[in-house]
Nanobody, 121 residues
């Protein structure tokens, strides 16, 4: 079994900052790409930021220059530092990772349970 557990969401005023964390645990042989998605009310889930196993990153245009994705491979954890938050950043943020299961050596796509981020104006 593999689990992704997110933390760090909450309520913040516009212009403020939050840091999300997502820790993977369980039968892990290796972790490839890790990413953060978000889903606002009434909208589809969208890719926000992604980081490869070698540290290459990519961002949605709407968050470039404000959000930073990083990872700690020793801790199997990915982070999302969110600065200069705007009300339109309000959403449920989901962690996603491509993980090779150590028992079956099969690559799978895993999701966290989501964490709410609310930015007030």
């Amino acid at each position: 079994q593999v689990q992704l557990v997110e933390s760090g969401g909450g309520l913040v005023q516009a212009g403020g900052s939050l840091r999300l964390s997502c820790a993977a645990s369980g039968s892990i042989f290796g972790i490839n790409t890790m990413a953060w998605y978000r889903q606002a009310p009434g909208k589809q889930r969208e890719l926000t930021a992604v980081i490869t196993s070698s540290g290459n990153t990519n961002y949605a245009d709407s968050v470039k220059g404000r959000f930073t994705i990083s990872r700690d491979n020793a801790k199997n954890t990915v982070y999302l530092q969110m600065n200069s938050l705007k009300p339109e950043d309000t959403a449920v943020y989901y962690c996603n990772a491509e993980i090779v299961n150590s028992i079956r050596l099969v690559r799978g796509d895993y999701w966290g349970q989501g964490t709410q981020v609310t930015v007030s104006s």
